[in-house]
């Protein structure tokens, strides 16, 4: 059993149900039925021997991801196989009912590779960020035109904090930021670092925006600059509900600025899209997904 969060979400669930089925437990701490269910399904996994992997997502601090699935209540648990969605459930179930309900979707056990099959497999590429980044370092550099390789590379030194190479990679593509929209949403987070840095005490100045926006609900100015500042500390879902109250308030407000800001912060956070089978859709991540919905509403509103 694994506790899941945005964080790791795409990993311990999407990546992993590619392989095999995953079942979410959509629980909170205060849920009696959750507490009774639980262990059972903790029960059902050690005795399935590997057949599925079992996750937890604690649906009171994982708003979005609870919000992704359309959970209405809890507990609620959905079954992923391939990246998508394939049969759920709500309530405490039994133990007899939870199994009836897995060996709808599960190969049985005599379908399962032996171990020794697994252990033949080929070591795992090297997925490390030292590694991610000497590989997209090296594609940049054999083709300099590579727009998307230098996209990744310079988001992925962002991520780690290292702006300076950031900045000094990013400057061969900055004449091109009309023309490339994952340049023009780079430099949004590039501008939105500029922003936080002017703020010595972040927790401070946090704390005097929304002062200010309890008085006053439509001073962009200051929305948009706590906006930025989430944004300068990764927090992408803060960042996008700041700017949506802007939209919902003024679309048009400053040339769309908190739209493409909007815009640029879904391309930054977008993950890479995972191979699935000739035939099949990849899925869309859940965070994404949802507030590429909520931004259409509000714009189309």
Not at 45 to 51: L, S
Not at 234 to 240: E, I, N, S, T
Request: a negative charge.
């Amino acid at each position: 059993m694994i506790d899941v969060t945005v964080a790791n979400f795409e990993e311990e669930v999407i990546a992993a149900s590619m392989t095999i089925p995953v079942l979410i437990d959509f629980w909170a701490p205060w849920c009696a039925p959750c507490k009774s269910l639980g262990p059972i399904l903790e029960k059902v996994e050690i005795a399935y021997g590997g057949r599925f992997k079992l996750v937890k997502i604690d649906s009171d601090q994982e708003q979005q991801l609870g919000a992704a699935f359309g959970i209405r209540s809890i507990p609620t648990c959905i079954l992923l196989m391939n990246g998508q969605p394939v049969d759920g459930f709500q309530g405490a179930l039994p133990e007899g009912k939870v199994k009836e309900f897995l060996d709808k979707h599960l190969p049985p056990a005599d379908e399962l590779p032996p171990p020794e099959a697994e252990e033949a497999e080929l070591e795992p590429e090297d997925t490390s960020p030292a590694a991610m980044l000497e590989k997209l370092k090296a594609a940049v550099a054999n083709d300099p035109g590579n727009d998307n390789a230098l996209f990744d590379y310079v988001r992925l030194l962002l991520q780690h904090g290292q702006l300076a190479h950031a900045q000094a990679a990013f400057a061969p593509a900055l004449p091109k930021l009309a023309l490339v929209r994952k340049f023009e949403a780079l430099q949004h987070w590039l501008n939105a670092i500029e922003s936080g840095a002017a703020h010595a005490d972040a927790a401070k100045a946090k704390a005097e925006f929304d002062a200010k926006l309890l008085t006053n609900k439509r001073d962009f100015e200051t929305r948009h600059a706590l906006a930025q500042l989430h944004m300068s500390q990764q927090q992408w879902v803060a960042a996008m509900d700041e700017l949506l109250e802007i939209l919902m308030r003024d679309k048009s407000w400053n040339g769309e600025l908190a739209r493409k800001t909007f815009v640029s912060i879904l391309e930054i956070i977008e993950p890479p899209k995972i191979k699935v089978a000739d035939g099949q859709i990849p899925p869309d991540d859940p965070v994404v997904a949802t507030y590429r919905r909520r931004l259409s509403s509000v714009v189309l509103s």
